[in-house]
């Protein structure tokens, strides 16, 4: 069976209205925002912002399908990849598209969330998944960690019994501040040009990585439930200004997606979406022994099992 | 006359000693906060920053001076470069020493100001001089702009006719955001490599150099003068957020200072003291036409001869 690049494309703008409609209820007051835009080079997207909830302070769930003659950068990357075939050194034409969300809630005690899912190919024969769901709450709380983890588990081992070891020690390695020696937040599942191999065909990772996108919308309102009543004070909404400032420097500095976006002439209101309402810094920070921002602090580390 | 790099750190500490104290003078409230820190690999530093000031939100006044072996990077970037000599192929030792400043001020209608001098040398012989000055005022007043610039123009040709063009011109292409497609603020001058040609020795260079950063102190106090009266209202505070999200947006993208001291394991909390208390990002925000914030916006191009 043949999968077409514009069934996958029409599959994530499906994608994108039912987390939208999940998201919207879940608030209860604000709506998304959608905006239409064209890539010179080829292509386009639907961003979907949302602002001001009740829960959602700022957010956006971003649908894109751009192609093109593809970037020469993308080949030097390849050279440390088997994804791409020798064939495409000619420079191929390129066709991406996916869904990219990051949600930026108003109450610090609900985490920050971001999901991405993406599909990459070549007419030179290449084609590749990519995607994966972190959580980074400005307070961790243990139950709540366990259950985003078990359920991410949970997807994955429905398809391969190695998955989620191997995509939950990725997203550790991915989601990491080495200038910081921290982790964004407690990390999720990560992964990347996933085409077939470990027993498992295309078509068959094609149904893993749909069961990832869908798997995020309830994983999202089931921690907005838990959480979004709870009352919080000047200092909590103070400790979540600094998280977001972390947030900042790992999507400016580090985010593959935003760098790639930002050197290929991307929109930029949509790349940077995934920035929060706003952020703050503060030099040389120290911590309450003890208190629950310290706490939080001493979890950003890669390799913590939560799952288990 | 051999200029030792131990005088030119001597000469660097005394001139982060007077920045300062007419900054802490100017602000008349808050005083800097010193930290001494030594580097692994050699050297190291004192930072200075001043919060909750008067007139000064946060902001810092940096010296340091470390040195080892010249990091690897150092010698791709110098395959474009004449200032490195065949004979640094061997991976000579490196001694590079600076006073970095950023200032974020309270009062929207004070500018941010940025000013950099640094001193490189390798054992096997190459050494060059490096500086700048420049002005991001959240809202730009034509006559300050032209101050600014008539000031560094002055400084510029006491030593080189041609020095204040190609420095002005040079600082309009680094504090460029492309993704933006806007300058940083209103540029000012920007040089680096600066060694000997042009009619000028070595010492006629670092003569130059030790007046830009001698000029840093009396331009930025006028600057505060003209502005720290000022009132402003809250609309006038929203903006400031976002010019300063556009500052983090470069500082964390583009500047090379930053992205140097990050990727060679520097001390993270001077190097990022750049960053302001705290920033703002709206989705695609739009100025009403004519207002203050559009007059600034639309003044933030490369080009514009502010000295004239």
Not at 236 to 243: D, E, G, V
Request: aromatic content about 12%; glycine content about 8%.
């Amino acid at each position: 069976m043949e999968i077409k690049k514009e069934e996958i494309s029409a599959w994530l703008m499906q994608l994108q209205d039912g987390i939208c409609a999940s998201l919207e209820k879940a608030d209860g007051l604000s709506i998304f925002r959608e905006e239409n835009w064209e890539r010179e080079e080829g292509g386009g997207g639907r961003t979907r912002v949302i602002t001001n909830g009740n829960v959602l302070e700022k957010g956006g769930v971003n649908f894109s399908a751009v192609h093109g003659e593809a970037p020469e950068f993308l080949f030097r990357e390849s050279a440390h990849s088997s994804a791409l075939t020798n064939t495409d050194k000619k420079r191929p034409n390129f066709y991406a598209t996916g869904v990219s969300i990051v949600l930026h809630p108003l109450n610090p005690f609900v985490p920050i969330i971001h999901m991405n899912v993406r599909y990459f190919e070549t007419d030179a024969g290449s084609r590749w998944l990519g995607g994966g769901i972190d959580l980074s709450p400005h307070y961790i709380f243990e139950e709540d960690a366990r259950y985003f983890h078990n359920e991410l588990k949970k997807v994955c081992d429905k398809h391969h019994p190695e998955y989620y070891k191997k995509f939950k020690d990725w997203a550790d390695e991915y989601f990491y501040l080495p200038h910081r020696k921290e982790t964004r937040g407690i990390g999720g599942i990560f992964f990347d040009r996933l085409n077939e191999g470990d027993g498992m065909s295309f078509e068959k990772n094609l149904a893993f990585w749909k069961d990832v996108g869908l798997a995020f919308a309830p994983l999202y309102t089931e921690l907005i439930r838990r959480n979004r009543n709870k009352t919080y004070e000047e200092k909590n909404k103070n400790w979540q200004l600094l998280r977001r400032g972390r947030y900042v420097e790992f999507n400016l500095v580090y985010d593959k997606g935003t760098r790639f976006g930002l050197e290929t002439n991307g929109r930029v209101e949509s790349i940077l979406m995934s920035l929060p309402a706003n952020a703050a810094w503060e030099y040389n920070k120290v911590l309450e022994a003890g208190s629950p921002e310290s706490n939080t602090q001493s979890l950003l580390l890669k390799g913590i099992n939560w799952a288990s």
